[in-house]
C-alpha cells in the first residue's frame, strides 16, 4: 500500500478545506434553484446561467455595498499603516523600558472578540455622532487590526540595521525622514502584508457593520448581502452569486501582491 508523507496529507486536507468551500459557491452561483435542491446533488451545473448575477446586480444595490466596503476598507487600512508605522518604529528604535509588556499587551488585545466591545463601542460611536457613517468603522477597524499590523511593522523594522539611518540622519534627514525614506522602503514585504491583513480584515466584518452602520445608502458587502434572503426563501443561488462579486476584488489583491505577501509572512521575528 501506498504510504504518503504526513505533510502531503496535511496539505491535502487544508487545500480542500481552503479552496472546495469557494468552489462550491462558485459553482452554485451558476445553478438554478430546482437544481441546487434535486437529489441526488448535481456537482457541476447541468444548464450554467448568469441570471443569478443579474438578479445579484438588480434585487439588490450591490454596486453600493461594493463601493461602501471598498471605502471603509480602504480608509481604515490606510488609518491603520500610519498609527502602526510609528507604533512599530517606537517599539524597534526607542529604548523603552517595558517593551516586552508593550509586545504582550498587543498579543492579547488581538486575541480579544470583537463582540464584546460591541456595547461600548455602539455608546462612543453615538456620543460622537458617527452612527450609520463610514467613521462608525473606520475608527473601530483600524483599532482591531492595529494590534496585528504593528507586530508585522516591528519585525521587518527590526531587520533593518540602524547604521543606515544613522548614516541618512548625518547626512541631514530628521528621524522621522529616515523612516519614510529608508525605514520603510526597505520594509516593504511588511507593509505590504499589515496592509492586506488590514483591508481583508475590514472587507469581511459584519457584528460591527451591521451595530453601526446599518443605514440603507451606506451599508457595507457582509450586510448587504444578508439583505437577498427573505422572509421565508433563501435563494441560495443569488447568494452565491454576490459572494463571489464579494470574493473576487479580495483574490484580485493577493493575485496582484502574493509575492511581497508570501515574503511578509515568512520573513523576520522581532527580537527582544
Given at each position: 500500500?501506498?504510504?504518503?508523507?504526513?505533510?502531503?496529507?496535511?496539505?491535502?486536507v487544508?487545500l480542500?478545506?481552503?479552496?472546495?468551500?469557494?468552489?462550491w459557491i462558485?459553482?452554485?452561483?451558476?445553478?438554478?434553484?430546482?437544481e441546487?435542491?434535486q437529489?441526488p446533488?448535481?456537482?457541476l451545473p447541468q444548464h450554467?446561467?448568469?441570471?443569478n448575477?443579474l438578479?445579484?446586480?438588480?434585487?439588490?444595490p450591490?454596486?453600493?455595498?461594493?463601493g461602501n466596503?471598498?471605502?471603509?476598507a480602504?480608509?481604515?487600512?490606510?488609518l491603520?499603516l500610519?498609527?502602526?508605522?510609528g507604533?512599530?518604529?517606537?517599539?524597534?528604535?526607542?529604548?523603552l523600558?517595558?517593551?516586552?509588556l508593550?509586545l504582550?499587551?498587543?498579543?492579547?488585545?488581538?486575541?480579544?472578540p470583537?463582540?464584546t466591545?460591541?456595547?461600548?463601542?455602539?455608546e462612543i460611536?453615538?456620543?460622537?455622532?458617527?452612527?450609520?457613517t463610514?467613521?462608525a468603522?473606520?475608527?473601530?477597524?483600524?483599532?482591531?487590526?492595529?494590534?496585528?499590523?504593528?507586530?508585522?511593522?516591528?519585525?521587518?523594522?527590526q531587520?533593518?540595521p540602524?547604521d543606515?539611518?544613522?548614516?541618512?540622519?548625518?547626512?541631514?534627514c530628521?528621524?522621522?525622514?529616515?523612516?519614510?525614506?529608508?525605514?520603510?522602503?526597505?520594509s516593504?514585504?511588511?507593509?505590504?502584508?499589515a496592509?492586506?491583513l488590514?483591508f481583508?480584515?475590514a472587507w469581511?466584518?459584519f457584528?460591527?457593520?451591521?451595530a453601526?452602520n446599518?443605514?440603507?445608502?451606506?451599508r457595507t458587502?457582509?450586510?448587504?448581502?444578508l439583505l437577498?434572503?427573505?422572509?421565508?426563501?433563501f435563494?441560495?443561488?443569488?447568494?452565491?452569486?454576490a459572494?463571489?462579486?464579494?470574493?473576487?476584488?479580495?483574490?484580485?489583491?493577493i493575485?496582484l501582491?502574493?509575492?511581497r505577501?508570501?515574503?511578509?509572512?515568512?520573513?523576520?521575528?522581532?527580537?527582544?
Amino acid at each position: 500500500m501506498l504510504k504518503l508523507p504526513l505533510r502531503w496529507i496535511a496539505a491535502a486536507v487544508l487545500l480542500i478545506n481552503g479552496f472546495f468551500p469557494a468552489l462550491w459557491i462558485l459553482l452554485t452561483s451558476f445553478k438554478s434553484d430546482i437544481e441546487l435542491a434535486q437529489t441526488p446533488i448535481t456537482w457541476l451545473p447541468q444548464h450554467p446561467s448568469l441570471n443569478n448575477y443579474l438578479h445579484a446586480f438588480s434585487d439588490q444595490p450591490l454596486l453600493l455595498f461594493l463601493g461602501n466596503s471598498f471605502a471603509v476598507a480602504l480608509l481604515s487600512t490606510l488609518l491603520t499603516l500610519f498609527a502602526a508605522t510609528g507604533a512599530a518604529y517606537t517599539l524597534t528604535r526607542l529604548q523603552l523600558r517595558h517593551r516586552d509588556l508593550i509586545l504582550i499587551l498587543l498579543v492579547a488585545v488581538a486575541m480579544f472578540p470583537p463582540a464584546t466591545l460591541l456595547v461600548p463601542l455602539f455608546e462612543i460611536m453615538r456620543g460622537l455622532g458617527l452612527i450609520n457613517t463610514y467613521g462608525a468603522l473606520i475608527l473601530p477597524y483600524a483599532v482591531q487590526s492595529l494590534p496585528v499590523c504593528t507586530l508585522v511593522l516591528a519585525s521587518f523594522f527590526q531587520q533593518v540595521p540602524k547604521d543606515i539611518e544613522n548614516a541618512a540622519m548625518l547626512d541631514g534627514c530628521t528621524r522621522l525622514q529616515a523612516l519614510y525614506r529608508i525605514v520603510l522602503p526597505l520594509s516593504a514585504p511588511g507593509v505590504f502584508t499589515a496592509g492586506i491583513l488590514a483591508f481583508v480584515n475590514a472587507w469581511d466584518e459584519f457584528l460591527l457593520a451591521l451595530a453601526l452602520n446599518a443605514a440603507p445608502g451606506s451599508r457595507t458587502l457582509p450586510v448587504g448581502i444578508l439583505l437577498y434572503q427573505g422572509e421565508f426563501t433563501f435563494p441560495w443561488p443569488v447568494i452565491s452569486a454576490a459572494l463571489v462579486v464579494a470574493i473576487v476584488p479580495l483574490a484580485i489583491l493577493i493575485v496582484l501582491f502574493q509575492e511581497r505577501v508570501i515574503s511578509g509572512l515568512t520573513t523576520g521575528g522581532i527580537k527582544g
